[in-house]
């Protein structure tokens, strides 16, 4: 997945190390594969971000520095946080480790994104229910903001849904989420009666395709944009980025005149299924 990232055009790939990252349930990389595939990137011109975005236990902090350190090591170019504790005290032991503040922080206003920055954070990627203004107002601050694109939304805002936590005890703020949300369900009134709904999924929203808001993502101010693919196969990630590398070139080339044609929609719509 990670050579078809940057083989058809990513800029930046993001990945796990370990058990501490969102993903627990995906093929992470171990240090070996993790170098190697750094050293992939590194030759064509891509950065590569290590995942530590899970809140991180007391007992886990060491481990998580250990790991972040050596991840650090074999030549990752950022590392991507969610836990408050584990952000100071990765900026207090080690002060040249860039940070990205994850999603699952749900930063959603210039404080918040403000505040991150005088933590130490070099970017944030904003929560992912901000309107384009939201997007901007965020932006201006100066700071280096990232926006998702492309894939999965979570039911709740990211980070905040316990509701997996409460049914089976698989946290998604540890990388855990059995992803509830995306089951049937029937609606059922006070009498007791099923309503008539028109389909099961009640729960799930669609995936999200920001593809048609470009242009206005880059009015904006983002810095970079985001596709989920870390449960992907190797085939969705390339067809996706592809699309996207394609449809960006467009737009920074000439925005007034974007638009997305229906030969792309098909193939993100193919690649989904």
């Known amino acids: ?42 030759l064509r011109g891509a950065r590569v971000y290590l995942t530590a975005n899970v809140v991180v236990l007391p007992q886990e902090l ?36 860039r940070i990205h503040a994850s999603t699952q922080i749900d930063a959603m206003n210039p404080d918040s994104v403000l505040a991150l920055a005088e933590s130490g954070v070099s970017r944030v990627t904003l929560a992912r229910e901000l309107s384009l203004d939201g997007i901007a107002a965020c932006a201006a601050t100066g700071v280096e903001v990232e926006s998702f694109v492309h894939g999965a939304i979570c039911y709740s805002y990211s980070g905040q849904c316990l509701m997996s ?48 808001q470009l242009p206005g993502l880059i009015a904006a101010g983002v810095r970079a944009l985001k596709i989920e693919g870390r449960m992907k196969s190797p085939e969705y990630v390339a067809v996706v980025t592809a699309v996207y590398r394609a449809a960006l070139d467009r737009a920074i080339a000439n925005p007034a005149e974007y638009s997305v044609p229906a030969s792309e929609w098909e193939l993100l719509e193919e690649a989904f299924r």
């Open 1 to 42: 997945a990670l050579i078809a990232a940057v083989n058809n055009g990513a800029d930046a790939v993001y990945l796990g190390l370990g058990a501490l990252n969102a993903r627990r349930s995906a093929t992470n990389f171990d240090l070996d594969s993790l170098a190697e595939a750094t050293r992939f990137a590194h």
């Open 62 to 97: 060491s481990g998580a520095l250990t790991m972040i350190a050596d991840a650090w090591a074999a030549g990752v170019d950022a590392v991507i946080v969610q836990d408050l504790g584990l952000l100071r005290a990765l900026r207090e032991s080690m002060p040249d480790v």
């Open 165 to 212: 936590s409460m049914i089976g005890r698989r946290s998604a703020n540890r990388g855990m989420c059995a992803q509830p949300c995306r089951l049937t369900y029937e609606l059922i009134d006070a009498g007791g009666s099923v309503v008539a709904t028109p389909g099961r999924y009640l729960l799930s929203p669609k995936d999200l395709a920001g593809i048609t």
